[in-house]
């Protein structure tokens, strides 16, 4: 998982450090140097990115950028404002981000 991808998730859940943080099991300040690039160990990255995926995150490379999804997630009702189709502008490659 790349920084901006972390970051790029974070916006579709709508979640804040703290909260990926918790959910993760790891400091806010790992979070926050993930999504400045910095290097950390590959289980606390796992760690984050598996956090993510349990929330309907999916990860993917599309080159020369990097993107993810929103997968359903059963049991959860979807938020009105996510109902309709809507573009949102975050940095990464064009159609990096999609949801459904």
Avoid: H
């Avoid at 859940?13 to 950390?40: D, H, M, N, W």
């Amino acid at each position: 998982m790349k920084a901006v991808q972390c970051r790029m998730a974070r916006a579709a859940l709508r979640i804040g450090v703290r909260e990926l943080a918790e959910a993760a099991c790891v400091s806010t300040s790992t979070i926050s140097k993930l999504e400045r690039g910095e290097s950390l160990m590959s289980r606390t990255a796992q760690a984050v990115k598996r956090a993510l995926e349990a929330r309907g995150i999916e990860f993917f490379d599309n080159p020369p950028g990097a993107g993810l999804r929103e997968l359903p997630v059963r049991g959860r009702r979807p938020e009105p404002s996510l109902l309709k189709p809507r573009s949102m502008p975050l940095v990464g490659s064009p159609g990096a981000l999609v949801r459904r």
